[in-house]
């Protein structure tokens, strides 16, 4: 199967890097090249599509819903983003700084943090990527950032050094708050504003957080700004109504509408337990 779709993926120019096996029982990694926002967005829809056709054809069904089952390996979407200048020369790596991040990119993720329990309605948008938003499950569960850390919201991802090469030219932060339940435009809108913001009001580079936040004292938690993301969909709807600047992202019709098939989502599988929305979202997505 792997080798068919990486053909395919070729075939409709998607640029695909790799498919490889993944942790979780029959899971796949498909990852694409680097590309503008919108390309990245427009070859995610392409990805699942094609995947989707291909499972169709050998008798299978492809899934990315966020959780097969609430106790299987979680399916999530990482977004990877950097930065180059008007020449493309990369502006996300400064190794004099910690972690190896540089004042703007820093200032970046600091935006995407102060506002992500207010979008991760946006990024994980169905009730089971909530089963999935939790400690200890290679996820995201609170504000933070992390150099190598698959626990953490924003992951400095690893680079390599051999043969000469240049570190700079790799160098990319992970958002892994976020799962195919999520529209990738809408997704990819809400990390760039985000980060926009952060830019704009020149924040801080984030602590780099090392441990276990779980295992912390209130105190320290908010001394690193870690903050604890929405448990649910109606609590990630009232943050997202509760953040202004998101939602003055957006016309007001968009967020009026978007909260309320939401709710009303929510509302329908009000009555139904884990077991059987994972394996509802498992047919729909």
């Avoid at 990024?123 to 996820?139: D, E, G, I, N």
């Avoid at 708050?177 to 809108?189: C, E, H, I, V, W």
Wanted: hydrophobic residues 45%; contains cysteine.
């Amino acid at each position: 199967f792997a080798p068919n779709l990486m053909a395919a993926l070729e075939e409709a120019g998607v640029a695909p890097e790799v498919v490889i096996a993944e942790f979780g029982d029959e899971q796949f990694e498909v990852t694409h090249e680097p590309a503008d926002a919108l390309t990245a967005a427009d070859r995610a829809v392409a990805i699942r599509e094609i995947t989707r056709e291909l499972a169709r054809n050998a008798g299978w069904r492809a899934s990315f819903t966020p959780k097969t089952a609430p106790t299987a390996v979680g399916n999530g979407v990482h977004i990877h983003f950097s930065f180059v200048d008007e020449a493309g020369k990369p502006m996300t790596y400064d190794p004099a700084l910690a972690g190896g991040l540089s004042a703007k990119a820093g200032a970046f993720c600091a935006g995407v943090l102060r506002h992500l329990p207010g979008m991760t309605a946006m990024t994980a948008s169905s009730v089971s990527s909530f089963y999935r938003l939790k400690p200890h499950s290679w996820s995201s569960s609170y504000t933070w950032l992390a150099d190598r850390d698959r626990e953490a919201s924003l992951r400095i991802c690893p680079t390599v050094t051999i043969g000469g090469r240049d570190p700079a030219r790799q160098y990319n932060i992970e958002y892994r708050a976020a799962d195919a339940t999520g529209n990738p435009y809408l997704s990819l809108a809400a990390i760039i504003r985000a980060g926009l913001e952060g830019l704009k009001a020149g924040l801080p580079s984030p602590p780099l957080v090392t441990g276990d936040p779980t295992l912390m004292s209130e105190a320290e938690r908010a001394s690193l700004g870690l903050v604890r993301l929405p448990e649910t969909l109606p609590a990630a709807l009232d943050a997202l109504l509760a953040d202004g600047t998101v939602t003055g992202w957006f016309a007001p019709v968009f967020i009026e509408t978007f909260v309320g098939l939401k709710r009303h989502e929510a509302e329908r599988l009000a009555g139904l337990d884990p077991a059987s929305i994972c394996d509802l979202y498992r047919t729909l997505y």
